[in-house]
């Protein structure tokens, strides 16, 4: 396999993406970013353990002097890696990070209800990374498309990358070429195929931009592990993918690991130390979804949970619920973790039924898109439960929160 060979994105003085870089290991604090101390501490921690980019939510203008700060303190400490800031909606929130840290990630899309003023405002953000040497990266979700474009396409992969193409575009009509793009699902499927539509449509257009890949909200424990790994391999192996996340509902640290295995398995470098769970995830998963195979064959000598969990990864067989769950970040509302293991704990008779469980209102109802049922926190103790897509519960307090979604489950 031979990996393609995107323009390169700079990151910093140091860092490159794409252009035959090698692949870029990549995660992101679950912090208040205005708590700097914690969120310097798990920079730290998170530089230490192989971090070669970190992102860090910036919910608003009022959390960028707390940014500059924990980017300042880290420079002082001799710390180099490239700092990330995550954006939704605001563009003026954007704008000003794009002075202080190395990169940006926004959705355009989500600058403005008003398509045109959206377009507008990310063109008034590229002139100023382009000014400050930042770079950008241009991440949407599935579930986080914009109106315009599910109209014409449906909330299809195919959706998702004419979507990514027009601020693309807009990038090459500004002359703008520090970007990077992702297109993340939840489902392996969709993921798979809207990274593979866009690098035909960016190939067709003459412009290949690095890509990072990831499966979002893939969950926790072996099978967001396996999730990862079956999604991010099937691209991988076709030489699609720059830089990549393994995003956990675990502390970030766990990710690395996970990321910096999967660099190493498709790469030139000697792996020291196997893993079987994640070798057997990378090596049949994406045959499974590509449908090369209908099974794991018996000579695989895999045990019977190893193969159910790689199999629902791929999308082929369901064996248990499918679970949503984002990683977590600054904007979490509550315990993230041990409430996705409780819903976990009382909802796995549920086969083949999709629960999600999300630590913030502004993106959780968004990025649950494939959900029947979804838990998402709203801040100040507070559950929404929503029922495929709808709220069907508003305010309820989190002791309760639980029991309600077994009720409502139950009942429906
Ligand atoms: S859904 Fe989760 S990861 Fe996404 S912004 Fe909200 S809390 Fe952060």
């Known amino acids: ?34 708590d700097v101390q ?9 530089a230490a353990a192989g971090a070669q980019m970190i992102r860090l939510t910036v919910p608003g203008l009022q959390d960028v002097p707390a940014l500059k700060e924990i980017h300042r303190s880290l420079r002082e400490e001799g710390c180099k890696v490239p700092l990330v800031a995550d954006i939704h909606f605001s563009s003026d929130t954007a704008i000003e990070c794009a002075k202080v840290v190395e990169k940006v990630r926004i959705n355009p899309g989500n600058f403005h209800p008003d398509h045109e003023t959206a377009r507008r405002k ?19 979700n599935h579930g986080s498309l914009g109106k315009y474009i599910t109209e014409l396409y449906g909330n299809t992969p195919f959706a998702m990358a004419k979507a990514a193409m027009e601020w693309l575009d807009m990038c090459v009509e ?11 699902a939840s489902n392996t499927v969709v993921m798979v195929q809207a990274y593979r539509e ?13 890509l990072h890949v990831g499966v979002t909200e893939a969950g926790n424990g072996d099978a967001g592990r396996i999730k990862s790994c079956v999604g991010i391999a099937s691209l991988l192996r076709e030489g699609i993918g720059d ?6 509902t675990e502390d970030p640290e766990k990710e690395i690991p996970v990321a910096a295995y999967l660099a190493k398995y498709f790469s030139t470098e000697t792996i020291a130390e196997r893993n079987p769970l994640l070798d057997a995830a990378i090596e049949w998963g994406p045959r499974l979804l590509d449908r090369e195979i209908d099974e794991i064959p018996e000579s695989a000598g895999l045990g019977e949970y190893l193969r159910d969990e790689i199999m629902q990864a791929a999308r082929r067989r369901f064996y248990r619920p499918e679970y949503i769950a984002c990683p977590g970040c600054g904007r979490t509302m509550y315990r993230l973790e041990d409430t996705f293991e409780e819903v976990k704990r009382r909802t796995l008779h549920l086969k083949g039924m999709v629960i ?46 639980i029991d309600k979604l077994l009720e409502l489950i139950e009942a429906a």
């Open 1 to 34: 396999m031979e990996r393609r060979k995107p323009k390169h994105v700079r990151v910093g003085d140091d860092l490159l993406i794409g252009g035959g870089a090698p692949i870029v290991v990549q995660t992101m604090c679950n912090t208040h970013t205005s």
């Open 38 to 46: 914690a969120s310097l501490g798990q920079c730290r921690r998170l």
């Open 122 to 140: 990310f063109a008034e953000f590229l002139r100023v990374c382009k000014e400050h040497g930042t770079a950008v990266r241009v991440g949407l």
């Open 174 to 184: 500004e002359d703008f070429f520090n970007v990077v793009v992702s297109l993340k």
């Open 198 to 210: 866009l690098v035909k449509m960016m190939q067709e257009s003459g412009n290949v931009f690095p």
């Open 243 to 248: 830089t990549i996340r393994v995003s956990l």
């Open 356 to 401: 999600a469980v999300m630590g913030c209102i502004v993106n959780g109802p968004g990025e649950m898109a494939d959900a029947d049922w979804g838990y998402v926190g709203e801040g100040g103790g507070r559950v929404s439960i929503y029922h495929r897509g709808e709220p069907v519960l508003r305010h309820v307090p989190d002791s309760e929160a």
